[in-house]
């Protein structure tokens, strides 16, 4: 019992961890890419990976945060345009391969020893040189504390009953919220929203009375960057929520299902892709942005693979819906660790050591993936109907 209590609390920390709210901002964008626009964007760990370096550069030389801020926008604004100005008038394989190629670019580029002052090389830039004016914006105060104070162990003194029936409970309310949003025309508009948001808030207490997560309220990876991050994962859930509702976001629909027919009707598909590529680059650079102030700026840690992750996270909370992207993430990292916490603790060592089961981790995550895709491709929260891709 108690090695699967520290499992789940392991899956908790994990869940609310920054870089996993910043990995979501980032499959938010890929979700306008792929998920409602139809474009096969392989790199957007390039976006990330320019809004990152944008942000970094510009304070460890001195300029306020704000104008880095702003440098990582406009790098992911014109990588954007360059990339997007001769494969957007093609069909989406060509989009594949030159945005995958592109991020390996910026990658290789990044780690070039000439630009070792700007870039830092293959070392990269240290979160101390960059992260100081983001903690010194807080408002949370010095030491640490505990989100939700009142948690499973003050409940006769932990007990197992308490635990088993925590969880429980959990799992009936995850299930009856995902019924809810798949429930479509079951419930009224309001009725529904309402009951959504009754159901969230609930989902969180709940979890957070089982798995209690401790952190500095300021530190590198303290509650402070995880409220901004959450804050910001939110905020761009709710605009693409408008995004997507206006008649812009009917266009990305008809692109994707037949940009023909969308061209026919008088509308400039070219310009209505390029404004997807941008914007969706520009969530990924913000993602990029909050996936580094917990850590450093290392070209390596946002390379092909994170592009795929968020590929995972999206394909598995559902393309083409606006909690999907969140969903996703947050289960992606927190089976991730599960995995590889229930391996450390009940494989021997002899059969799987600490590196393996990190490995082992990406393995089982990779065969759930395709067993997704076989018996599931719409996701968790997706419908079929979204999924009628023209690439």
Same mark, same amino acid.
């Given at each position: 019992?108690?090695?699967?209590?520290?499992? %789940?609390? &392991?899956?908790?920390?994990?869940?609310?961890?920054?870089?996993?709210?910043?990995?979501?901002?980032?499959?938010?964008?890929?979700?306008?890419?792929?998920?409602?626009?139809?474009?096969?964007?392989?790199?957007?760990?390039?976006?990330?990976?320019?809004?990152?370096?944008?942000?970094?550069?510009?304070?460890?030389?001195?300029?306020?945060?704000?104008?880095?801020?702003?440098?990582?926008? &406009?790098?992911?604004?014109?990588?954007?345009?360059?990339?997007?100005?001769?494969?957007?008038? @093609?069909?989406?394989?060509?989009?594949?391969?030159?945005?995958?190629?592109?991020?390996?670019?910026?990658?290789?580029?990044?780690?070039?020893?000439?630009?070792?002052?700007?870039?830092? *090389?293959?070392?990269?830039?240290?979160? *101390?040189?960059?992260? $100081?004016?983001?903690?010194?914006?807080?408002?949370?105060?010095?030491?640490?504390?505990?989100?939700?104070?009142?948690?499973?162990?003050?409940?006769?003194?932990?007990?197992?009953?308490?635990?088993?029936?925590?969880?429980?409970?959990?799992?009936?309310?995850?299930?009856?919220?995902?019924?809810?949003?798949? *429930?479509? $025309?079951?419930?009224?508009?309001?009725?529904?929203?309402? %009951?959504?948001?009754?159901?969230?808030?609930?989902?969180?207490?709940?979890?957070?009375?089982?798995?209690?997560?401790?952190?500095?309220?300021?530190?590198?990876?303290?509650?402070?960057?995880?409220?901004?991050?959450?804050? @910001?994962?939110?905020?761009? *859930?709710?605009?693409?929520?408008? %995004?997507?509702?206006?008649?812009? &976001?009917?266009?990305?629909?008809?692109?994707?299902?037949?940009?023909?027919?969308?061209?026919?009707? &008088?509308?400039?598909?070219?310009?209505?892709?390029?404004?997807?590529?941008?914007?969706?680059? @520009?969530?990924?650079?913000?993602?990029?942005?909050?996936?580094?102030?917990?850590?450093?700026?290392?070209?390596?840690?946002?390379?092909?693979?994170?592009?795929?992750?968020?590929?995972?996270?999206?394909?598995?909370?559902?393309?083409?819906?606006?909690?999907?992207?969140?969903?996703?993430?947050?289960?992606?990292?927190?089976?991730?660790?599960?995995?590889?916490?229930?391996?450390?603790?009940?494989?021997?060592?002899?059969?799987?050591?600490?590196?393996?089961?990190?490995?082992?981790?990406?393995?089982?995550?990779?065969?759930?993936?395709?067993?997704?895709?076989?018996?599931?491709?719409?996701?968790?929260?997706?419908?079929?109907?979204?999924?009628?891709?023209?690439?």
């Amino acid at each position: 019992m108690d090695n699967i209590q520290y499992i %789940l609390n &392991g899956m908790m920390r994990e869940a609310l961890s920054p870089q996993t709210a910043a990995v979501a901002i980032a499959v938010i964008g890929l979700n306008i890419h792929f998920g409602y626009t139809g474009l096969i964007n392989i790199g957007q760990s390039a976006f990330m990976l320019l809004g990152a370096y944008g942000f970094a550069i510009a304070i460890w030389h001195g300029l306020p945060m704000i104008v880095g801020i702003l440098l990582g926008f &406009g790098a992911a604004f014109v990588f954007a345009l360059v990339l997007g100005a001769p494969t957007l008038k @093609l069909r989406g394989d060509y989009l594949a391969i030159v945005t995958i190629s592109a991020a390996e670019i910026i990658r290789y580029v990044g780690r070039s020893s000439l630009l070792t002052d700007f870039t830092g *090389s293959a070392q990269g830039i240290p979160g *101390s040189q960059y992260r $100081d004016p983001f903690t010194g914006l807080s408002f949370f105060g010095g030491g640490s504390f505990t989100l939700i104070p009142f948690n499973y162990a003050d409940v006769a003194d932990g007990a197992a009953w308490v635990r088993l029936l925590g969880w429980l409970l959990a799992i009936v309310s995850i299930a009856a919220l995902v019924y809810v949003l798949r *429930s479509g $025309d079951r419930f009224s508009g309001g009725a529904r929203k309402g %009951l959504v948001v009754l159901l969230v808030v609930w989902i969180v207490l709940l979890l957070l009375f089982l798995f209690p997560v401790a952190n500095q309220r300021t530190g590198v990876n303290g509650w402070w960057v995880r409220f901004i991050a959450w804050s @910001l994962v939110l905020l761009c *859930s709710f605009l693409v929520y408008l %995004l997507v509702s206006s008649p812009w &976001g009917r266009l990305l629909r008809g692109i994707r299902e037949d940009e023909d027919a969308v061209r026919s009707l &008088g509308k400039n598909v070219f310009a209505i892709k390029m404004q997807a590529l941008v914007i969706g680059g @520009l969530f990924g650079a913000l993602g990029g942005m909050m996936y580094v102030l917990p850590a450093s700026v290392q070209p390596d840690s946002m390379g092909r693979s994170l592009t795929f992750f968020c590929y995972t996270a999206l394909l598995l909370g559902g393309a083409a819906t606006i909690f999907g992207p969140v969903l996703g993430s947050v289960i992606f990292f927190a089976a991730r660790i599960g995995i590889k916490y229930t391996a450390a603790a009940y494989v021997p060592d002899s059969v799987l050591n600490g590196q393996q089961t990190e490995q082992f981790s990406y393995i089982v995550v990779g065969v759930a993936l395709m067993l997704i895709v076989i018996f599931r491709p719409q996701g968790i929260l997706g419908n079929k109907r979204e999924l009628q891709f023209n690439v």
